[in-house]
């Protein structure tokens, strides 16, 4: 048997890792924690608890560690974040998509040589969450205060974390310069087809027809344009560069993200070229859907529009 133990207190209620188990072993407590959220508690056979880890890699909150049945811990909080809780809603996917960079971080042993910049929007805080230096960029500016760190510094290893509203609205400009000039930094593009922070208006990324607070009877292509994909718009530009597009949406895709950005930490480590990976994530709030229906959300109806994969890659790596 496995064992896992749920710290309590981190836990919103999101119920991510309900879903997650494959044996069903994780279920809502009746009680609530001191922050007023319905926690989630291990109510299975442990004997049937194999230690997978998938609870704790769906979980957005560093709330679950496991081990194995050898009694060997397989799952451990990482240090590349702080221990901080964060602001983000129940079954926001912001959350898993820290904790990935940062154990990519970790693992890469890079974390002491590490800048981050922060953009504007619900990560505006990531600087209190991430354990590496961290600035703080004007809306959409982060490409602009990336390259400036990285000629600065060129042994550090700087990376922008940057929502679809950030990026590709204000900021679309910035980002297409930085990829063109073959910035030797990493950006963590993170897609919620929308602009969480300020209320769930439209962004470039919004679906054709999707409903948000600016577009109520849905996205009219007709007025507004069709979806920015930018990854595939950045990997027209002849400059070498690694551009990857992951999901957070469970734990599987989770998996495969984290290792596209692992690849993008060591495209920049030995200097090969610009990398950028787009992570597709959720909104529960602002789409008005549970998170786990959020997850479907992605798989159903961002994806199709969004695929996933490596899209470019420097033609002396496979
Ligand atoms: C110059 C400027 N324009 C507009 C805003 C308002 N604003 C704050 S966050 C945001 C959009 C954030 O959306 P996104 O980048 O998709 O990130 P999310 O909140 O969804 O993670 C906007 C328009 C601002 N703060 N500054």
């Known amino acids: 048997m496995g064992d896992i133990h749920i710290a309590e207190e981190r836990c919103k209620g999101c119920g991510l890792c309900i879903d997650a188990c494959p044996r069903g072993l994780i279920s809502f407590a009746e009680d609530l924690n001191e922050k007023g959220y319905t926690y989630v508690e291990f109510t299975g056979d442990l004997e049937q608890c194999t230690g997978c880890t998938l609870c704790a890699t769906a979980c957005p909150d560093q709330g679950i560690e496991v081990w194995n049945k050898r009694g060997k811990q397989t799952f451990e909080n990482t240090t590349g974040l702080t221990e901080r809780m964060s602001h983000y809603c129940p079954g926001c996917t912001h959350g898993i998509i820290h904790r990935i960079t940062a154990e990519c971080l970790q693992e890469l042993g890079l974390l002491d040589r590490t800048v981050g910049v922060a953009p504007v929007g619900c990560s505006v805080l990531a600087y209190e969450y991430f354990n590496v230096d961290m600035?703080?960029?004007?809306?959409?500016?982060?490409?602009?205060v990336a390259t400036g760190a990285k000629r600065a510094r060129p042994e550090c290893i700087v990376f922008t974390y940057q929502g679809d509203?950030?990026?590709?609205?204000?900021g679309g400009n910035e980002?297409?310069?930085?990829?063109?000039?073959?910035?030797?930094?990493?950006?963590?593009f993170v897609n919620n087809a929308i602009y969480g922070m300020t209320g769930g208006q439209m962004a470039p990324t919004t679906l054709p027809g999707q409903r948000t607070s600016t577009s109520p009877d849905g996205r009219d292509i007709e007025a507004t344009g069709h979806p920015i994909n930018?990854?595939?718009?950045?990997?027209?530009?002849?400059?070498?560069a690694y551009i990857a597009r992951g999901s957070s949406h469970d734990p599987q895709h989770v998996l495969k993200t984290k290792k596209m950005i692992k690849k993008a930490f060591e495209h920049q480590a030995s200097g090969t070229c610009f990398s950028f990976v787009e992570v597709l994530s959720t909104c529960p709030t602002n789409w008005g859907l549970a998170p786990q229906e959020s997850g479907d959300w992605v798989r159903d109806h961002m994806i199709p529009q969004y695929p996933l994969g490596v899209i470019k890659q420097p033609e002396s790596v496979s």
């Not at 509203?165 to 204000?170: A, M, P």
């Not at 980002?175 to 910035?183: F, M, P, T, V, W």
């Not at 930018?230 to 070498?240: G, Q």
Request: charge should be negative; proline fraction near 5%.
């Open 135 to 144: 600035f703080e960029a004007a809306h959409g500016r982060a490409p602009a």
């Open 165 to 170: 509203g950030d990026l590709c609205s204000i």
């Open 230 to 240: 930018m990854a595939e718009l950045l990997a027209t530009l002849s400059t070498p």
């Open 175 to 188: 980002i297409l310069h930085a990829a063109n000039r073959g910035e030797k930094i990493t950006v963590i």
